[in-house]
């Protein structure tokens, strides 16, 4: 016969500090994910005060170092050496920020949602006293916090960053405002996107049930997403327009589209006559134009697309729930 | 105390075994008025049957006037069972047939299907 | 106790469009208080009931409460393992204690869900992922019986135990059931494993109800019977019979006395449930819709 030992373990109720209920299921199974996270923005962070401080004065003082600012060498100075490279390295280290709402995207399809159904430990959660919505809920609202804090901070270091290496732009070949990567770092768009990279790996989680399909289709769903938003990104303000006689205007902020004027105003396709005056004649050429962006439309244009991808955001998360409670029919 | 060993396999009802044990701990002393039995809880952590089958089983013990629930303090022995001592005259006759039996050239199998066929006869309907 | 832990009605459940019903038409009733046996083949729809009435799931058909109230809302009061026991690999024992108690506030008992990992000699700073199957059990069980809970279903609870944790862990739960009057609902194939601890039956086959009641109801509506081939069975309903040369082995619910012609006992409980495995097309026996008779 068995005999079955009963040992009275005095628990005194654990003074529990710090997170509980499904915030503190969360923190302690994604532990992994949360130092990751912690670490990659660490990184992000630590190369972008870089090129902020002294990546860029070590830049500068190599520049002049090699003699690029005196003026005779000026123009011709082909200037390139280490400091400027290490200064690349880290910006790029920087636009990790870009990689952020994929990886989010591929971790809630797989890690956060598409396993936790795979397995079961899902089921085992909402076999405790917490309702599926609920989970949810928590499985959205803890990493969303800790994507938003992260990626403002890193879109706050970015534009430091951005800012303080301006002078230096002018004199080496380097990025522009309208850039997809520059653009999304340094704005609003960064958080938008993590958040977007979050809610679609989580709808793909839910409707695929498995975790290496749903890390899948959350990713190549996310760069769709992201491809087709970013395709419309000229398009959310009203464009300006440079004219000239005789040729070209100058070549300024993010150009969408360029060609030939008639004399009675109307846009043609450019015939490409170059400098032959019979041909621009012929064709009844006066002048050019070009539609195009400036600088100053960076907010408009940052503020509208980061409300789109906040829109399909709610739309995803609302499908999400909207997928989980017609399963199991679970009241709130 | 008395710790109940129940056998599957035997076809006697679980709660029948542990009525049959409890009488079988009466007839040998082993239980004497006043004793305690086991709780349920004690029971079924042992034996790992259904808690409902230990009480079904002191329920019966209780009809039948060997045992008494109370309330809050458990179930306690209130007669022992007088059992046919080894000298009574019907032990002495069973001896005697028994005797019988084997000159006769019974098996011990014979035997015990013969007697068993007899007490089904006699004890038809009742329980154990 | 004339309270209901479970009761169904007409309930159904499909996986998809095109697929078979896991669940057809299923009702009965489960009174508080009992210990349950779920049986069925593999594939009778075991697992699909309990995650119903865990309220994991959302019936395609009928109803389901538990504990007078729909499963989602009864969800603190119950606590369910599957099958495939699962918990999170990277947690320790500790940490897995811990979440159920972050996860069930309101009713968390530590002491009783550390008496039976302790019991288990399990050490308490050990990953899940490290543990055996029968220590994984344990620690899921521990998870259940922790909640307090007053209907506990379990899915296969003791398919990959050792004899000895089989039965240290079937004490455990009979013990809880004993102290707290837990109702508990267990499903197994291996009908062995059941007999003893469980009081009332729930026969499935594909997916429909085949027995439910009280075991002893269930056991006493039917005899084994065995007698001359060329014998009638009438007016008896005949559940399953075999012939072997001049002998008829039958299981039957006897409609009034059995005739003397025939040996006739009482089926054990594997009898009882083999004989309507392999006798799919016996009509089906419900004991358990008649109110209970006061105690």
């Keep these: 016969m068995t005999t079955v030992v009963t040992i009275e373990t005095s628990t005194a109720v654990a003074p529990s500090r710090g997170p509980r209920g499904l915030v503190w299921v969360m923190l302690r199974v994604h532990r992994w994910a949360l130092w990751f996270w912690v670490l990659l923005v660490a990184v992000g962070a630590g190369a972008l005060l870089f090129v902020h401080g002294p990546g860029t004065d070590a830049a500068w003082s190599e520049y002049r170092a090699m003699g690029c600012d005196s003026p005779e060498v000026g123009q011709a100075c082909d200037y390139s050496g280490p400091a400027i490279s290490r200064l690349g390295l880290a910006n790029s280290l920087g636009g990790l920020l870009n990689f952020v709402p994929l990886l989010a995207a591929a971790w809630a399809g797989g890690a956060l949602i598409g396993r936790e159904l795979e397995n079961g430990t899902a089921q085992l959660a909402w076999a405790q006293s917490v309702s599926p919505a609920r989970w949810l809920a928590a499985k959205l609202a803890v990493p969303a916090a800790l994507l938003v804090a992260g990626t403002t901070l890193l879109t706050l270091l970015h534009r430091l960053a951005w800012s303080s290496a301006a002078p230096l732009r002018s004199i080496v070949p380097w990025r522009e405002w309208y850039d997809d990567d520059i653009f999304l770092a340094n704005g609003t768009l960064a958080t938008a996107h993590a958040l977007l990279g979050l809610a679609v790996g989580a709808l793909a989680g839910l409707l695929l049930r498995r975790a290496l399909p749903a890390l899948a289709a959350a990713a190549v769903g996310l760069l769709v997403l992201t491809q087709a938003l970013g395709s419309l990104r000229p398009y959310l303000w009203p464009v300006e327009t440079l004219t000239q006689k005789g040729m070209y205007p100058p070549y300024t902020g993010m150009v969408l589209d360029d060609g030939a004027l008639t004399s009675t105003g109307a846009r043609v396709e450019d015939p490409l006559c170059i400098n032959d005056t019979k041909c621009l004649a012929d064709h009844d050429i006066v002048g050019f134009y070009r539609d195009y962006h400036p600088s100053s439309h960076f907010w408009p244009l940052q503020l509208v697309e980061t409300g789109i991808v906040l829109a399909v955001v709610a739309l995803a998360v609302l499908a999400a729930f909207r997928l989980l409670r017609r399963r199991t029919g679970a009241a709130v | 105390m008395v710790e109940y060993r129940i056998d599957r396999r035997s076809g006697v009802a679980t709660y029948v075994q542990i009525v049959q044990q409890t009488k079988q701990a009466l007839r040998l002393g082993l239980l004497e008025p006043g004793d305690k039995l086991p709780t349920a809880r004690e029971v079924v952590e042992a034996t790992a049957i259904n808690p409902n089958t230990v009480l079904k089983a002191y329920r019966e013990l209780e009809r039948e006037g060997l045992v008494e629930a109370r309330r809050g303090l458990g179930t306690f022995v209130r007669r022992g069972l007088n059992t046919a001592p080894a000298d009574s005259p019907l032990r002495t006759e069973l001896e005697a047939w028994a005797v019988r039996a084997r000159e006769a050239g019974l098996e011990r199998d014979d035997v015990d299907a013969l007697f068993t066929s007899v007490l089904d006869t006699h004890f038809k309907g009742d329980e154990s | ?295």
């Excluded at chain 3, 399990?122 to 909640?147: F, M």
């Excluded at chain 3, 008829?248 to 009882?272: F, I, K, M, N, Y």
Aim: include cysteine; charge should be negative.
């Design chain 3, 1 to 295: 106790m004339t309270e209901t832990a479970i009761e169904a009605a007409a309930l159904g459940k499909r996986f998809g469009r095109r697929r078979k019903r896991a669940l057809d038409g299923c009702a009965f009733q489960l009174p508080a208080g009992r210990i349950c046996a779920v049986v069925g083949p593999n594939g009778a729809g075991k697992s699909t009931l309990l995650s119903l009435a865990a309220g994991l799931l959302h019936p395609s058909d009928g109803t389901i409460t538990v504990l007078g109230q729909a499963p989602a809302a009864a969800r603190e009061q119950v606590a369910y393992v599957a099958q495939d026991k699962p918990l999170h690999p990277q947690l320790t024992v500790a940490d897995t204690l811990r979440f159920g108690r972050e996860l069930n506030q309101r009713r968390w008992d530590d002491r009783v869900a550390e008496r039976i990992v302790a019991e288990g000699d399990l050490d308490p700073d050990a990953k899940i992922r490290t543990l055996s199957g029968g220590q994984r059990t344990r620690v899921a069980l521990a998870l259940a019986l922790g909640k307090r809970p007053e209907l506990l279903l379990l899915d296969e609870p003791m398919a990959d135990l050792d004899p000895l944790a089989r039965h240290q862990l079937m004490a455990t739960l009979m013990a809880d059931a004993a102290e707290r009057g837990t109702t508990v609902v267990m499903s197994s194939h291996v009908v062995a494993e059941l007999e003893g601890a469980c009081d009332h039956l729930l026969l499935l086959g594909a997916g429909r109800v085949r027995l439910a009641g009280p075991l002893d109801d269930l056991l006493a509506a039917h005899r084994l019977v065995t007698g001359r081939a060329d014998a009638g069975l009438d007016p008896h309903t005949v559940v399953e019979s075999r012939t072997t040369g001049r002998q008829l082995t039958a299981l039957v619910r006897p409609e009034g006395p059995l005739d003397d012609t025939w040996q006739s006992t009482v089926p054990t409980l594997e009898e009882l449930v083999l004989a309507h495995l392999r006798a799919p097309e016996a009509p089906a026996l419900r004991l358990d819709s008649v109110p209970e008779a006061a105690v």
